[in-house]
């Protein structure tokens, strides 16, 4: 996967998707205030990323996540549900932890990351794009929220 190689995907980006600029900036931002009430509650943030796969270029909302491994077990995965600020639940998902395919050792840490969402930029261009937009967008406001992840399990190395 090549990140920002692909000609055709910034002309897209220039031309029809300007307004993912500032959307883009919120989401990079780190949060003013880094204190949860939750104990439990770990940082975990959502990002843009841009990449080519094959013919097809996407946009993708990219969750990562910093853990420790306290298992004692060697683990590669771990499931979270995702929260603003406030603590309002925004979803769930399994994050996929290691760097590829080597599994946390007990005691190491290591970032878990997963794809939320992708997009393709050619269909953005078409009639319908208006409605595709703003359901993007809407999306995005969302994913843009994300401060907090509960950690609510671990996947083990299989023996």
């Not at 307004?19 to 989401?27: E, G, N």
Request: hydrophobic letters at 40%; proline letters at 3%.
């Amino acid at each position: 996967m090549r990140l920002f190689s692909n000609a055709k995907l910034r002309s897209l980006l220039n031309k029809n998707l300007a307004f993912f600029c500032s959307a883009m900036f919120f989401i990079s931002m780190p949060p003013a205030i880094a204190l949860s009430s939750d104990n439990n509650a770990w940082r975990c943030a959502v990002n843009i990323r841009l990449s080519d796969v094959g013919e097809h270029s996407l946009i993708e909302y990219f969750m990562t996540l910093q853990v420790k491994n306290t298992t004692g077990r060697k683990i590669n995965g771990v499931s979270v549900v995702y929260k603003n600020f406030s603590g309002d639940v925004i979803g769930n998902t399994q994050l996929f932890c290691g760097n590829k395919g080597e599994d946390v050792e007990p005691g190491s840490y290591a970032e878990c990351g997963r794809s939320l969402h992708s997009v393709e930029p050619e269909k953005l261009t078409r009639g319908d794009f208006g409605q595709l937009g703003a359901n993007i967008l809407a999306q995005l406001q969302a994913l843009s929220t994300v401060q907090f992840c509960d950690v609510l399990g671990f996947t083990y190395q299989s023996k």
